[in-house]
């Protein structure tokens, strides 16, 4: 009965004391010399291996599907269906236990989480365990709903009332807010106003008893609803520079949500960094607020915070950074006749620690800068540096000339990227694609994108050449597998973004460019193309969960950097846990297949 064996790693860590006895009691240890055979395809197995020593390959006919070390298991799918489909060979000489069918199936009987992490596919087990940390975890960002927050009372005001009588309704109701509702539309209009607008009133210049408050009143309303998590109100306060949303469950007004009140239910300090931002006076206040930004991401990924939640907020505080900045160093006529964009992860939503600056800018046709444009866009650039930004390596950035034009010639640019295409244009395009605006006038980024989407549809081979480049990092067997198979993975990193994230991102964008789709963010592109029939449910769910696997291992891997003072870079496979690399295979499996649907679809094969 062996004592050693490792009850903290999956799926053995979820399994209380009485079923850990169980293991023991059903445990052997077999040896196997180099080139032996564990399972072959057909065979009905009557263990679960538990690896020691050495390492397993799994060979699906000619093609190596994943190794196995110290620690991982297999092969629970071949358990439960009752014989193997692939065969296990020894890349080594292993050591392995044994653990008896009988004790596996009944483990999977009592346990569920077991049996999820065991076999099922990535999407099950990653809803397993996000089942099981939920069952530990404190009320968390993720799991807050703006109903669980004290919503003010909606107090109501006609359009034709003077603002004498709001005021009234202010003091009489203690409050600072009143709905305002216009019955001269059909349907009614509604409409917010508060009690900064009576600064405005005064300047009006109107007797304020003779100054209806449909005149100053702002009818167009930021909403949520009550289910609505409450870190997407945060996000919605951040964007819009509000200090209170309206509640609405249907066409039904439930009240306000305001920022003090959001602000004391939760723990971290994102919207105090926004304010500070918008606030800043010089650069010098800028950087000490982005150096904030790493920390609170620290503390909302330890709190539990979903990974593409923390995204969006990530997204939402470097708009407003890189906006003000950019307002601190551009003079206002050049704010007004520009956009300011970012693009790649930035632009997705899908950045969390800061990485190299992908930006651009576009001027307004006809607009004559009378500054010196060369020079205010190298100080950005410079500025983002000393934020913790650094200078993107391909000069993808507004102090590169060939990344800021006119509109009309951006747009010509674009097109060439497309209709001329070779790696280096691709490659442009490819990022352009995922811009977003962050500061000036968003219609400059929506005119030149425009003339990218006359072009898209209409040529498959153009599209293929662009969906190609999926296959730009492809390695033979993989460097997953062979890395294992050396049993040496500390001396070298795995490029997540190579191995997996580049090629679902990269897939889901020329799809996306095929549809036309206007979304920018991976996951949103992902379900519209679900909503239009052009991926399916479940392979639209597993890149999902693989598309936020990646960057919350990205993200961990790189806050533990951060924490011994290095900086963030490749995945040293040697340092994840069995769970991880588990995970990690099975992920990658994902894209794999992601990847043949892609050559089938655009014939990359032919090209």
Known sequence: MPSAFNFSVSPFDCLGSEERSLVRNSLDIAYFPEAAVLLA??????????????????WDGEELVATYGPDDSFDGRALVAGKASDRFVAAEEVVAYQLAKDAVTELISSNATFGALLFSDLSKKLNALAERESEHEFQSLTMARVEEVFIRPAHWVEADDDIVSVVKVFRARRTTNVMVRDSRCD?????????????????????????????????RLITVKPKDHLFDALALMIRHKVHRLVVADGDRIVGFLQQLDLLSFLSNHSYLITLQILEAPDLSALETAAGQITHSIGML??????????????QELNAKLFERAWQLVAPADLVENSCLFVMGSEGRGEQIL???????????????????LA???????????????????GRIMVSNPDWR?????????????????????????AIFIDAHAVCGDAALLEQVRGELDKLATDNDGLLARFAASVEAFNEGQGWWNRILTLGDSGKEQLDLKKAGTFPLVHGIRALALQQRLTQTGTVERIEALVAADKLSAQMGTDLIECLHFFMNLKLKTGLQALAQGQQPGGIQVDKLSSLDRDLLKDALGVVKRFKALLRQHFRLDVL
């Open 41 to 58: 395809p057909g065979q009905h197995p009557e263990h679960l291996y538990v690896l020691i020593k050495g390492y397993v390959q799994q």
């Open 187 to 219: 349907p009614p209009a509604f409409g917010v106003f508060t009690i900064t607008g009576l600064e405005r009133a005064v300047l009006h210049g109107t007797p304020l008893d003779r100054l209806p408050v449909r005149e100053l009143a702002n009818f």
């Open 301 to 314: 990924h330890r709190s539990g915070t979903k990974v593409g939640q923390i995204a969006r907020l990530v």
């Open 354 to 372: 800061k990485t190299d600056q992908d930006n651009g800018l576009i001027l307004r046709d006809g607009y004559d800068c009378p500054h010196d």
């Open 375 to 393: 020079a205010i866009c190298q100080r950005f650039s410079e500025a983002l540096t000393q934020f913790g930004y650094p200078e993107c390596p």
């Open 405 to 429: 034009h006119p509109a009309s010639e951006f747009g010509r640019r674009a097109k060439g990227w497309l209709l001329q295409p070779s790696a280096e244009s691709l490659m442009a395009l």
